[in-house]
């Protein structure tokens, strides 16, 4: 009954039958869940999109068996500090990578199989007080490392055993980037949000690394994340989500919003907005906590414990999970390839949803 | 979006600022 009470209410009714539940695995080692995402995995000549769990001591790789069923292949037991996030690395295969720290990030791990000594190992990337890392395309890494003088942002081209094979330092902005995501379709071009809610646009390949601009989103929608880049007739065209949306009720509450720049004079335009859904009559306003985007769609963990879908492009919820009988979403994650949603619990159960 | 909004619009603004760019 108390679920149904906190689950918010979409103009058109409930739209749960746009999410269909494929399957559920659950880590019975009853440790508490951070993470989960999808990775490429081959063994014996099969290649196959495997499910990435994460606890704080440990991180699982399980793959696919009967239909409907996942089976742990191995766990990684990582040291001393608590695994923080799973970073997933686009079309690299056999290869996971991990961030680690207390509050903050302080290392970031790569974890794989060595066929030579039969043993699962993990190494380290990079290490220091990092803000912001992501996986891009091409086994390549980026970071934003604070020191007390100067910030650090850095890119790293990985080998196929997870160690770097080259480095390249990227011109830093004046402030901390939060967040970064790479131009889809334009190999060297990549952006980053920072905390004083701006756009910063790099030219990055081996041999430079020039900030080439830097355009404010504006302040009415404080602390925007950049999901996904994407040029289109001479404009960028950057996915933002704004993890303080319910501080900004009364600019509509937005979760996501497409916001299109001109690079060539640094002036921008909201595109498209994408709503928390009205919380039912008397309830607290509902509050975004995480979320995470894939192509058109984005997804979001609530402050109800409910999990909310949108279609980016139209600016409308389109499916909303509430809590389960057995607790709350706490994570949301699209699976790599257009597989669908993972929508997890802390206690370890993760539900597939086709979307 | 219109130049009438975000100004002269380029197809090769990556290439553009690029070069502008102090290396």
Redesign the interface.
């Known amino acids: 009954d108390e679920a149904e009470q906190l689950t918010p209410v979409l103009p058109d009714g409930l739209k749960e039958e746009n999410l269909q539940l494929v399957s559920e695995l659950k880590d019975s080692s009853g440790s508490c869940a951070v993470d989960v995402s999808t990775v490429w995995w081959e063994a014996a000549g099969c290649k196959e999109l495997c499910v990435v769990t994460a606890s704080e001591s440990s991180v699982s790789l399980w793959e696919p068996l009967a239909p409907s069923h996942w089976g742990k292949v191995c766990t990684w037991h990582l040291g001393e500090i608590p695994v923080i996030q799973i970073v997933p690395l686009p079309d690299t295969c056999n290869l996971v990578c991990v961030a680690l720290g207390e509050l903050e990030i302080g290392e970031i791990r790569t974890l794989l199989y060595s066929s030579e000594t039969d043993l699962f190992k993990h190494s380290l990337v990079k290490s220091g007080n990092i803000k912001a890392v992501v996986g891009l395309k091409d086994q390549r890494l980026v970071s934003s490392i604070r020191t007390l003088q100067e910030q650090q942002v850095e890119m790293v081209w990985l080998s196929g055993t997870g160690r770097s094979k080259d480095r390249q330092t990227l011109m830093p902005p004046e402030e901390t980037v939060t967040a970064f995501a790479e ?1 889809e379709g ?1 190999r ?2 990549l952006v980053g949000t920072t905390a004083a809610n701006s756009v910063v ?1 790099w ?1 990055v390949n081996l041999k ?1 690394g ?4 830097k355009m404010h989103v504006g302040y009415s929608y404080p602390a925007s994340i950049c999901h996904r880049a994407y ?1 289109d ?4 065209f950057v996915v933002l989500s704004h993890p303080h949306a319910k501080e900004s009720e009364s600019c509509g509450n937005p979760a996501f919003r497409v916001v ?6 640094g ?3 909201g ?1 498209m907005f994408s709503s928390l859904p009205p919380s039912p009559a008397g309830r607290q306003v509902l509050g975004y906590l995480e979320g995470d985007v894939w192509d058109t769609a984005g997804a979001a963990v609530l402050s109800s414990g409910a999990v909310a879908v949108w279609d980016l492009l139209r600016g409308g919820c389109t499916a909303v999970l509430p809590p389960g009988p057995a607790g709350c979403w706490a994570l949301a994650r699209w699976a790599m390839a257009g597989a669908g949603l993972l929508a997890g619990q802390r206690d370890g159960t993760v539900h597939l949803y086709r979307y | 979006c219109s130049e009438s909004d975000l100004g002269p619009i380029s197809l090769n603004w990556f290439e553009e600022l690029s070069t502008e760019a102090p290396p």
């Not at chain 1, 299109?260 to 004079?265: G, K, L």
């Open positions: 131009v334009m060297e071009a646009v030219s430079t020039q900030l080439l601009r040029s007739s001479g404009l960028l299109a720049f001109n690079p060539r004079t002036r921008s335009r595109v």
